[in-house]
């Protein structure tokens, strides 16, 4: 039994049709058939129905394509920790996060950790939380810095850092610098925020629910972080969202928090697949990041 005859059945399966499933694996109708044909000799079960509407999967079908999942997932997991493992046994650290966390959490720690440990090197992606789950999923990464999601993926384990407070940041002088505080003002103010679903975005939402506003009026939307266009806040009226430590980075020079007492806070979470092998160079690692976000 061959993976590929695995992955064209799970295909076929899907697809319903032997000339679909040829069309989306790239493969002839012929082969995707020669395909399943193999595996009915192989097992001496039918594996399909032909009826005049399609292809059904028989009771030895159902259980194939279920069987072939785990396989799958197995074969997947098994090349995700060997490339794990040839990581490591270059003293390489591959790790990603959110641009929210990196100049602020990540890269304060990598420039410590490198003077101490100069033969680790690193190999880092900064994308949206989102992506890097995915990546870390797929064995790409050994780590991921981001904040806590609304559910976490089955496959991945996380470690707790504590939270992280966000302040409505806008430039030196702005009108609103001397608000006290008033909910309302902020209606009618406008917005560089995250696209919808973005942890940040939802507290600003959840925010104007509380205070009975309508949604926030968003003049520009952006899927990285916010801390990358903050040369838009100082140069305008715009008003946006930040973390504290953002505030104290290049990416907040001349940008004020509003007087407003409330507090917006999300989670930082170190991500890592729940079944795979951290190699002790990763652990290492993940106890020095530990040490340094604990303390600052």
């Not at 039994?1 to 790239?26: N, W, Y």
């Not at 406008?190 to 939402?205: F, I, S, T, Y």
């Amino acid at each position: 039994m061959r993976i590929e005859d695995l992955r064209v059945f799970a295909v076929l399966a899907e697809a319903q049709s032997l000339h679909r499933a040829a069309q989306k694996t790239g493969l002839t109708q012929s082969a995707v058939t020669k395909i399943l044909q193999r595996l009915e000799a192989e097992f001496e079960l039918p594996l399909v129905d032909r009826g005049g509407r399609g292809i059904e999967l028989t009771a030895a079908g159902r259980l194939l394509l279920e069987r072939a999942a785990d396989v799958r997932e197995s074969v997947a997991q098994t090349y995700a920790e060997m490339a794990a493992a040839k990581s490591a046994s270059a003293g390489r650290i591959r790790i990603g996060v959110v641009p929210a966390l990196l100049e602020s959490a990540l890269l304060p720690t990598v420039a410590r950790y490198t003077t101490r440990e100069a033969a680790i090197s690193f190999a880092m992606s900064v994308q949206v939380s989102t992506l890097l789950f995915e990546e870390l999923k797929d064995g790409r990464l050994d780590l991921a810095l981001c904040f806590k999601p609304e559910s976490t993926p089955d496959e991945l384990n996380s470690d707790d850092f504590g939270p992280q407070r966000y302040r409505i940041a806008v430039r030196r002088g702005h009108p609103l610098t001397n608000a006290k505080g008033e909910p309302a003002l902020l209606q009618s103010a406008r917005w560089l925020l995250p696209v919808a679903g973005h942890g940040m975005r939802q507290l600003v939402e959840k925010y104007f629910e509380r205070h009975g506003l309508g949604a926030p009026q968003i003049v520009v939307e952006t899927d990285a972080s916010t801390s990358l266009l903050t040369s838009l806040v100082r140069n305008s009226d715009l008003v946006t969202m930040l973390t504290d430590r953002m505030l104290e980075t290049a990416a907040g020079r001349d940008l004020v928090a509003l007087p407003y007492e409330t507090e917006f806070e999300s989670r930082v979470q170190l991500f890592y697949r729940r079944k795979a092998f951290m190699s002790p160079v990763v652990q290492k690692f993940r106890t020095a990041l530990h040490a340094a976000l604990a303390s600052s």
